[in-house]
C-alpha cells in the first residue's frame, strides 16, 4: 500500500517555465490537497478538491492551478513559475466527513526551486 | 476565522525529561485538533488526533495530548524524551464543515523540537 505518492520529489526551474507535479494516493479517500511549507510559516493550503471533477481555492491559490479528473490523482501546475514559488509542496488526501477516519495522510513533498 | 497558534519556534529538553509542545487553537463549533510529525526530507506523519470524548488521548510513539476546552489548547506530551523524538511538530484543527460539506486542514506554524542527550 503506497499510500500518497508525488512526482517528481525535486524539481529546478526557470523563471517563467511552467511545470506539474503529480499525487496519487491509493486509499480511495475523496478530500485531496495541495499545501505548501516554507520556513516559519507553516503549512498554507493552495487548492483542495473534495471529490472527481471539482476543485476549490484555499489560502494561497494565486499562480497555481488544479485539476482532479480521476479520483486518485490531484494535479498542481504551475503556468509561469516565479522565485516566490519556491517552496516544498505537499499534497495530502482523507476520507469525507461520513467518515470516522479523521486524519490526513501526505505524500513525501516536492522540492521545488525557481531561479 | 479559524487558527491554531504554537507560540515557541523551538522546545529544547534533555534526553529522559518530560516534553510539551504547546498548541492554542480558535474556531468555532466543535475542534477536531491534529498532531503531526515531520523528520528531515519526509512528509508530516499523523501522531493523534482529538474527535470528541476523553480529554486525554494517546497516539503514536508514546506521544499524548491533552484537550482542553476552557483553555482552547491541545498540547503535545511524552513522559521521557528521546533523541529520536527529534523533529518539527505540527498541530492542526479541521475546518468545521462549510455548506459546501468541505473539510480543510488549518495547520499552526510549527515547533521545532530538539532532544538532547
Known amino acids: 500500500n503506497a499510500g500518497v505518492t508525488q512526482t517528481p520529489k525535486f524539481r529546478v526551474l526557470k523563471t517563467g517555465q511552467s511545470m506539474t507535479l503529480l499525487c496519487a494516493q491509493d486509499?480511495?479517500?475523496?478530500?485531496m490537497y495541495w499545501y505548501r511549507q516554507d520556513p516559519g510559516m507553516g503549512l498554507r493550503l493552495i487548492h483542495y478538491s473534495v471529490g472527481e471533477g471539482t476543485t476549490a481555492k484555499g489560502e494561497v491559490p494565486d499562480g497555481y492551478n488544479v485539476s482532479r479528473l480521476k479520483k486518485q490523482n490531484f494535479l498542481l501546475g504551475l503556468e509561469s513559475a516565479a522565485p516566490s514559488q519556491t517552496s516544498v509542496y505537499f499534497c495530502?488526501?482523507?476520507?469525507?466527513?461520513?467518515?470516522?477516519?479523521?486524519?490526513?495522510?501526505f505524500g513525501q513533498g516536492t522540492r521545488l526551486t525557481v531561479v | 476565522a479559524q487558527s491554531v497558534a504554537q507560540p515557541e519556534d523551538q522546545v529544547n529538553v534533555a534526553e529522559g525529561n518530560p516534553l510539551t509542545v504547546k498548541c492554542t487553537y480558535s474556531v468555532s463549533g466543535n475542534p477536531y485538533l491534529f498532531w503531526y510529525v515531520q523528520y528531515p526530507n519526509r512528509g508530516l506523519q499523523f501522531l493523534l488526533k482529538?474527535?470528541?470524548?476523553?480529554?486525554l488521548v494517546k497516539g503514536s510513539y508514546g506521544f499524548e495530548a491533552e484537550f482542553n476546552k476552557s483553555q482552547t489548547s491541545f498540547h503535545l506530551k511524552k513522559p521521557s524524551a528521546l533523541v529520536s523524538d527529534s523533529a518539527l511538530y505540527f498541530c492542526a484543527v479541521r475546518d468545521p464543515p462549510l455548506t459546501s460539506g468541505t473539510y480543510k486542514y488549518i495547520f499552526g506554524t510549527g515547533t521545532r523540537l530538539k532532544v538532547l542527550a
Open positions: 486509499m480511495n479517500h475523496e478530500y
Open positions: 495530502a488526501s482523507s476520507y469525507s466527513r461520513t467518515s470516522m477516519n479523521t486524519e490526513a495522510f
Open positions: 482529538y474527535i470528541t470524548g476523553d480529554n
